[in-house]
């Protein structure tokens, strides 16, 4: 096959689509911004790996209190901004993708073969970080274990390129015209078309952040007109992600004999019912629920402290605890206290928010809430505490 000849058809030809803004300036500086919020966007979502999926040497601090709420938010938040700078990123460097020869020195070679992983690995983490936000999963695959692999293999694939597209990038933003130099009128006219198409691009992107974040971030509330969840409705105003009939515990959760266990390394096994917790000193505390989605909201929380019922079990003080829901299937359905969360005195098992009784989609009889974790852990229809 002669390569030269099929990559001189449309739309593969180096000079397909001209425009005078495939220019390595404009390339730079989307590079740059792309180059930051690829970065916070893995930061971000490395930390919520570790939260989720803590490894021995890891344990999540549960202080401050709504650290997860702004790192999600913040991956989200970037990731969005992202799309537009990573359109226009592709438009610019267009003809240099099927340019020929493939490659002119080593480093070129490196920066093309980059391309690959790093163009189809940031296609594909917006792709199916979108469609999550939106509940929408359009593939057979773990979405949690693929898109954090991805996420490295893309990272990995972009500091290659910095790398080996350091000094080009270094040159062309530190271009400055000579003093003796007059600027032509075209251009001039040319300048003026690339300030324009930029702050197209960041425009765009600033305004895909300003109508989503509002998602996380109260007082942008009202102008969350794109985010695909608002953190004020649903029952009792604020969302659910799994309903409990989709859980499978509408009959479990309101039946009559309910107890709430408490059972592993403890001196005394507790078995409590509803009344018997209710009658407990009871504690509240004003704490954020944040999704993994991006959304947040913040709630008046009453309940029962765990580190009360550990101390009336007779629990080590270090004791770490497998909190376990009555839905039996699917994903989430336990999750762990490190002995920060478990002894922090706002982490609770909760029967009340905002005053009211919990409604059955959030969690009813008793819900975990506590500092400084994901939503995802933060498990509903509680029925046992194992401690360990």
Request: hydrophobic residues 45%.
């Amino acid at each position: 096959m002669n390569w030269p000849s099929v990559l001189d058809r449309r739309p593969f030809r180096e000079n397909s689509f001209p425009s005078k803004l495939h220019d390595e300036q404009v390339a730079a500086i989307l590079g740059c911004a792309l180059g930051i919020t690829f970065t916070v966007c893995f930061a971000t979502g490395l930390y919520s790996h570790l939260a989720q999926n803590p490894p021995s040497w890891f344990e999540l601090p549960s202080r401050p209190a709504g650290l997860y709420r702004v790192t999600q938010g913040l991956h989200v938040a970037t990731g969005i901004a992202s799309i537009p700078l990573l359109a226009a990123k592709l438009w610019t460097v267009y003809p240099k993708l099927f340019s020929w020869p493939p490659f002119e020195s080593a480093a070129h070679l490196i920066a093309r073969i980059s391309l690959l992983p790093l163009i189809g690995g940031g296609l594909f983490m917006l792709f199916t970080g979108l469609a999550n936000i939106n509940l929408w999963y359009p593939w057979q695959f773990n979405f949690p274990v693929t898109h954090y692999w991805a996420a490295w293999l893309t990272m990995g694939a972009l500091v290659v390129h910095i790398g080996a597209k350091f000094t080009t990038t270094r040159r062309v933003l530190s271009r400055k015209v000579s003093a003796s130099a007059v600027p032509s009128a075209v251009d001039a006219v040319d300048a003026v078309d690339r300030r324009r198409f930029l702050a197209t691009v960041f425009g765009t992107s600033a305004l895909l952040t300003l109508f989503t974040v509002g998602q996380t971030f109260a007082p942008l509330r009202k102008l969350a007109l794109l985010a695909p969840r608002r953190p004020d409705v649903g029952p009792q105003g604020f969302p659910v992600n799994r309903t409990a009939r989709t859980a499978g515990v509408v009959e479990t959760s309101q039946a009559s004999d309910y107890r709430l266990t408490v059972t592993g390394r403890v001196r005394n096994e507790l078995s409590l019912g509803l009344d018997e917790l209710r009658a407990l000193r009871q504690h509240s505390a004003v704490l954020p629920i944040a999704c993994v989605e991006g959304w947040s909201t913040t709630q008046r929380w009453t309940g029962v402290r765990v580190r009360d019922l550990l101390a009336m079990a007779g629990a080590s003080p270090d004791a770490e605890v497998r909190v376990e829901s009555l839905q039996q299937h699917r994903s989430y359905r336990t999750s762990d206290l490190n002995p920060w969360q478990a002894h922090d005195p706002d982490t609770l098992l909760a029967l009340l928010v905002n005053g009211e009784p919990l409604a059955l989609d959030h969690g009813y009889p008793l819900r975990l809430i506590g500092p400084n974790r994901p939503g995802v852990m933060q498990t509903k229809w509680v029925t046992r505490l194992v401690v360990q």
